[in-house]
Nanobody, 124 residues
Framework: QVQLVESGGGLVQPGGSLILSCLGS????????IGWFRQAPGKEREGVSW????????DYADSVKGRFTISGDNAKNMVYLQVNSLKPEDTAVYYC?????????????????WGEGTLVTVSS
């Protein structure tokens, strides 16, 4: 069955960086669109970044453009999210999710499969 496992979260100071990883199994990465979403306490889950490795499509929420970079490795079935210049408002649980086919910035409701999430805390 399809599984997604995130890793790489942690506690980081403002201005710091992390690399979040999403390992997929049970499916072929290039047949899916992968999204990174995040959910802060008391807030709705929001889309952060998306990638379709078959088309080369990537996209970002306005709040993270220029600071986050998404990439994928079909051979390893991995998707990465490099997060730089972190701010306290980036604090959230970060989830990766997958939906079959090529989509443009699919919403959380569109996604078929979800990982358990990895916590990113930005604090001094």
């Amino acid at each position: 069955q399809v599984q997604l496992v995130e890793s790489g979260g942690g506690l980081v100071q403002p201005g710091g960086s992390l690399i979040l990883s999403c390992l997929g199994s049970g499916f072929t990465l290039d047949a899916y669109t992968i999204g990174w979403f995040r959910q802060a306490p008391g807030k709705e889950r929001e889309g952060v970044s998306w990638i379709s490795t078959s088309s080369g499509y990537t996209d970002y929420a306005d709040s993270v453009k220029g600071r986050f970079t998404i990439s994928g490795d079909n051979a390893k079935n991995m998707v990465y999210l490099q997060v730089n210049s972190l701010k306290p408002e980036d604090t959230a649980v970060y989830y990766c999710a997958a939906v079959r086919g090529n989509w443009y910035a699919p919403t959380a409701r569109t996604m078929d499969y979800w990982g358990e999430g990895t916590l990113v805390t930005v604090s001094s």
